[in-house]
């Protein structure tokens, strides 16, 4: 039998970027970034929103908007680490049971993939629920900035099993390539073995965080979406989405 929850989006941030330092504040349209991510959160009507972030001018700029704000320790090593800590803090009790965590560099995410995922969370065995999007750009099939997401999925299905995720072009032969979105939904109990969990030998490998879970048996399953939102990184990706949000946001 599917499963009801009662769920939290937490959206972890922090200062600390190479490429676009102070990224959470930076303007978008008369807003700091972290505030457009937090209102998508928000349009998701799902349920409570927190930012999790480590730097006191974040928490200041997203209470500013209206938001909640949790401050955590700032040398946590992954985003999961941060909003458990912040879950910890604002819910102690254990009264939310699945985590939806939301990378602060989304603010042009589509307010319906975050009940996507949740949805995907709903079977009893399913661990964790993420999304994906097939890959249309050729380009992007041999980009190892684009994460692929390798899922057991009959044709035309509306999602699948994850069985592995990679920088690599994968699966071989023909067929559809997924482009992997980084927002999870967590069963509470399953973000607390996550977080508990050595890092492993592919996600150093890799650099992604969750083949931990993978390699420790944990089940990811995947909703396939239609459109992949913009992840700001780096200047151009800034100016693409100063350019979606003019007007508003």
């Known amino acids: 039998m599917a499963t009801r929850f ?18 959470p504040l930076i303007d978008i349209g008369g807003a700091p970034m972290i505030v457009h991510v937090w209102r998508r959160a928000r349009e998701a009507a ?9 730097e006191a001018g974040i928490a200041e700029a997203v209470v500013a908007a ?11 090593p992954t985003g999961s680490d941060r909003i458990h800590e912040a879950l910890q803090s604002v819910d102690a009790g254990g009264a939310f049971d699945a985590v939806i965590n939301i990378q602060g560099d989304l603010p042009t995410l589509d307010p319906g993939f975050p009940g996507r995922a949740l949805a995907a969370l709903a079977e009893p065995d399913v661990d964790i629920a993420t999304l994906a999007c097939p890959i249309a750009d050729e380009a992007e099939r041999d980009d190892a900035n684009v994460v692929k997401a390798v899922v057991s999925a009959e044709p035309g299905s509306s999602g699948g099993r994850a069985l592995y995720f990679t920088r690599a072009r994968a699966p071989s032969g023909d067929g559809p390539l997924y482009h992997h979105i980084g927002l999870y939904a967590y069963r509470r109990r399953a973000l607390e073995r996550f977080v508990a969990l050595p890092r492993s030998p592919l996600e150093k490998r890799e650099r992604l965080e969750q083949l931990r879970a993978l390699e420790a048996g944990m089940r ?5 979406v239609d459109t992949i939102p913009l992840g700001v990184d780096t200047p151009a990706d800034l100016a693409r989405a100063r350019a979606a949000l003019a007007g508003g946001g």
């Not at 909640?68 to 946590?76: I, K, L, P």
């Not at 990811?220 to 396939?224: C, E, G, N, P």
């Open 6 to 23: 009662n769920p939290v989006i937490v959206i972890p941030a922090r200062m600390a970027s190479t490429r676009l330092p102070g990224k």
């Open 46 to 54: 799902l349920g409570p929103v927190y930012v999790a972030c480590a």
């Open 220 to 224: 990811i399953d995947v909703a396939f």
């Open 66 to 76: 209206g938001g909640e704000a949790v401050m955590t320790r700032a040398d946590h």
